[in-house]
């Protein structure tokens, strides 16, 4: 079945500096959500790329669709402790009942 | 307005015994869905209900996992028969419809089986 394939499973970074997680898919995407989740919290819903190519920032945070509908990414710059936690990428898959289909999630980790 | 409520917010319970879990989604959400989370670990799908038709139930990892969804609102995820490696924390989410909307999640319940 499909797989979303989600990168690094961890960062550690200083803070100030940037992060940026990764999903890749073989198959075209339909949608990529991203969520984050706190540490001893629940997945929260950041934002959602639908458009092949499409670019959408929130303040310091830069979500991308790739040309090819195979590939998404999160960046976020000048990374700050309030960022910290985990951040996952999920596919909205028609080929599985509308199921969304999860990353494995990439942690940020701000180094002290 | 109101999210979606989960409880217990913490169960713990004895290897054997059998522990029911309760998940209030938000209102007019047609989508309910159960995940579990080990700790450190990414989101296990467990089971999905949307609307009036059949759940979808692949990811139950066994036959004593079940779910109900009754009148279209509340759901409960009933573990019979608890083992330890049941330990983990189970999330509750729900979402607008069947297409693309974002989910909504619970705190969760974090069940422990001593």
């Known amino acids: 079945g499909q797989q979303v394939m989600q990168i690094p499973q961890y960062q550690h970074v200083q803070e100030g500096e940037d992060f940026t997680t990764y999903c890749n898919s073989s198959?075209?995407?339909?949608?990529i959500q991203w969520y984050k989740q706190r540490p001893g919290g629940h997945p929260v819903f950041l934002i959602q790329?639908?458009?092949s190519g499409e670019v959408k920032k929130q303040k310091r945070l830069t979500f991308q669709f790739g040309e090819a509908k195979k590939n998404s990414s999160l960046h976020i710059t000048a990374t700050q402790t309030t960022d910290v936690g985990t951040y996952f990428c999920?596919?909205?898959?028609?080929?599985?009942?509308?199921?969304?289909?999860w990353g494995a999630g990439t942690k940020l980790i701000i180094k002290p | 307005g109101a999210g979606v409520s989960q409880s217990p917010s913490n169960k713990v319970t004895e290897k054997g015994k059998d522990v029911e879990l309760r998940c209030d989604p938000i209102s007019g959400h047609t989508a309910l869905y159960w995940y579990r989370q080990s700790l450190g670990q990414g989101l296990e799908f467990l089971i999905y209900?949307?609307?009036?038709?059949?759940?979808?139930k692949s990811g139950l990892p066994s036959d004593r996992f079940s779910a109900e969804r009754t009148g279209g609102s509340v759901s409960t995820l009933t573990i019979q028969r608890t083992q330890q490696e049941d330990s983990a924390v189970y999330l509750c989410?729900?979402?607008?419809?069947?297409?693309?909307?974002?989910?909504?999640f619970g705190n969760g319940t974090r069940l422990t089986v001593t």
């Open positions: 999920a596919d909205t898959s028609m080929d599985s009942n509308y199921q969304l289909i």
């Open positions: 989410a729900s979402s607008a419809d069947r297409t693309n909307s974002p989910l909504h």
């Open positions: 198959t075209t995407l339909s949608n």
């Open positions: 790329l639908v458009k």
């Open positions: 209900f949307q609307g009036n038709s059949a759940p979808d």
